[in-house]
């Protein structure tokens, strides 16, 4: 029987890590002189740290030199590891852990595939890592999501085709990268944000063990 590889994203998806990056992007902004809601950090879920540090100047019309880019970039993530430092598992979303237990029951090959830089040591301290056979993170890229080669490479290390693969997005720039490598896309959120996706869900308490098997099945049905 042919697998499926099963390819999640972190931040929103398996972990609320969300708040902790608006916190550090709003503590920038504020720096700066830059006007920053939640609303403005949605624009940045699912999108590389640089990327997004282009997308907060471009909001305040500011032009740096690549020394002061690089230093704001620096400062970003240190407030970001010190928030992040007390993280454990309470911070796992919802029946993430009941979806997982399931698919490593059946031997699913699963990966992460995310911007993150800091994916490794988030999965440590919620003690998920073990689950995952392969973690491809922002470390391990060079093009940022809606680019689809943070799945690709997931797919090429699980030795799983392509088509054969499932991606768990909360963000609409990921879901343009599944569906861009042909991967079946799971959006996690908001439906009418993301209903470029194949199937859509609020969060992992809506997905039961039929559609996993669904999903599972699928695999043997491309050619």
């Not at 939640?38 to 879920?45: G, H, L, R, V, Y």
């Not at 911007?115 to 391990?140: H, Q, T, W």
């Given at each position: 029987?042919?697998?499926?590889?099963?390819?999640?994203d972190l931040d929103g998806v398996i972990v609320?890590?969300?708040k902790y990056h608006y916190m550090a992007w709003k503590k920038l902004a504020d720096e700066l002189g830059i006007s920053f809601t939640e609303e403005d950090n949605e624009n940045f879920k699912g999108v590389s740290r640089k990327r997004c540090l282009e997308i907060l100047l471009e909001m305040g019309g500011?032009?740096?030199?690549?020394?002061?880019?690089?230093?704001?970039?620096?400062?970003?993530?240190?407030?970001?590891?010190?928030y992040i430092t007390g993280m454990d598992e309470t911070?796992?979303?919802?029946?993430v852990t009941k979806v997982l237990d399931y698919l490593k029951d059946r031997g699913i090959p699963m990966a992460l595939g995310s911007a993150s830089k800091n994916a490794?040591?988030?999965l440590e301290k919620v003690k998920l890592l073990p689950y995952f056979d392969v973690i491809v993170d922002g470390n391990a890229v060079s093009k940022a999501k809606p680019d689809p080669e943070v799945f690709l490479i997931a797919a090429e290390k699980l030795g799983v085709g392509a088509t054969d693969c499932v991606v768990f997005e909360d963000a609409l720039a990921g879901i343009e990268a599944a569906n861009t490598a042909h991967m079946t896309s799971v959006g996690i959120g908001d439906g009418s944000?993301?209903?470029?996706a194949d199937y859509n869900f609020v969060d992992f308490t809506e997905i039961d063990f039929?559609?996993?098997d669904h999903l599972i099945a699928k695999a043997n049905l491309v050619p």
């Amino acid at each position: 029987m042919k697998k499926p590889g099963f390819i999640f994203d972190l931040d929103g998806v398996i972990v609320d890590t969300a708040k902790y990056h608006y916190m550090a992007w709003k503590k920038l902004a504020d720096e700066l002189g830059i006007s920053f809601t939640e609303e403005d950090n949605e624009n940045f879920k699912g999108v590389s740290r640089k990327r997004c540090l282009e997308i907060l100047l471009e909001m305040g019309g500011l032009s740096v030199s690549p020394e002061q880019f690089n230093g704001w970039l620096a400062e970003k993530n240190e407030d970001y590891l010190s928030y992040i430092t007390g993280m454990d598992e309470t911070e796992i979303l919802p029946d993430v852990t009941k979806v997982l237990d399931y698919l490593k029951d059946r031997g699913i090959p699963m990966a992460l595939g995310s911007a993150s830089k800091n994916a490794k040591p988030i999965l440590e301290k919620v003690k998920l890592l073990p689950y995952f056979d392969v973690i491809v993170d922002g470390n391990a890229v060079s093009k940022a999501k809606p680019d689809p080669e943070v799945f690709l490479i997931a797919a090429e290390k699980l030795g799983v085709g392509a088509t054969d693969c499932v991606v768990f997005e909360d963000a609409l720039a990921g879901i343009e990268a599944a569906n861009t490598a042909h991967m079946t896309s799971v959006g996690i959120g908001d439906g009418s944000v993301l209903s470029a996706a194949d199937y859509n869900f609020v969060d992992f308490t809506e997905i039961d063990f039929g559609f996993l098997d669904h999903l599972i099945a699928k695999a043997n049905l491309v050619p």
